[in-house]
DNA sequence: CTAGACCTTTGATCCAGGTCTAGAGTCAAG
DNA sequence: CTTGACTCTAGACCTGGATCAAAGGTCTAG
């Protein structure tokens, strides 16, 4: 080896500052099993490398995704397993996907609801008059 | 009057029944200032009437479009609020549909990403080549 | 009368995903 | 050496929207 090539290790600090997120959200991670134990320094202080950091990406990554923190423990898992894994991670994508289409669909169907609602309301009279409190008060949202 | 006319007074199951919520949800709701709090009984039982099964509805369709009970109690004092209420109401209803017009779009963003992702993925060969893999773990999402 | 359903209250618990605290130790700059 | 910023731990606390438990009182059908 050369001579003890000083990998440039990282404070929780620092990491948490390049990956723009909570040192207590770090340390939460590492509790929660996505973060591995880091090495520590001799006081005691965790001390983190650059894989540390893709890993900590990785994982904010997959959370704007829309993955929760258990499917993200899941898809470290996965993307860990050469060759076996890329096949489950594929299809845990598309299931991501699908389950984000059906809550597009949902959120669409209320909106639709709603916009009609904000169509028909002129803004003033009666409460009565009033489509959207009357949807709301009323027997059934469409019949 | 007419000779004491037995408006029917409900218990709160029966109420709970009608509008297909759990008991403690209304008595949740009523801590909340949601429901107003109803007659008792002498042996204390809550009474209700068909105001409150109103009510308790407008609240059950208010929340399927995602308003937040927060935003419901306001809603429900500007409906009482007659005339001067349906334009406040009109307008909340708006922002309602300006918000989730937004999340539908933030949503959809997300989705496409996904897709491409999933689209670009083999589905085997070694995590490198992963696109769905890569896109978690490189520098930026779409650079 | 009694079983069993229903009701009362206060207060605890749950879920995810963190966030904060206290009290103590460590590190780098001046 | 001192200061101030940083880090350590264990564990409590937060949000929203309920949901449940415990310990007791009430109501109704048979």
Do not use: W
Not at 96 to 113: K, P, S
């Amino acid at each position: 080896m050369s001579m003890t090539t000083q990998i440039p290790s990282l404070t929780i600090g620092a990491v948490a500052k390049r990956v723009g997120v909570a040192i207590d959200t770090i340390r939460y991670y590492e509790r929660e099993g996505l973060l591995p134990e880091p090495e520590r320094r001799a006081s005691g202080y965790r001390s983190y490398d650059e894989g540390a950091v893709r890993q900590l990406r990785f994982i904010r990554r997959a959370k704007d995704l829309g993955f929760t923190l258990e499917e993200i423990r899941d898809l470290l898992a996965l993307s860990a397993d050469r060759h076996r894994g890329v096949k489950a991670v594929k299809k845990r994508a598309q299931e991501r996907l699908a389950a984000i289409d059906e809550r597009i669909a949902e959120l669409t169907r209320v909106r639709n609801g709603l916009e009609q609602l904000v169509e028909a309301c002129p803004g003033h009279g009666s409460p009565e008059q009033c489509p959207i409190l009357r949807a709301l008060v009323d027997e059934e949202p469409q019949a």
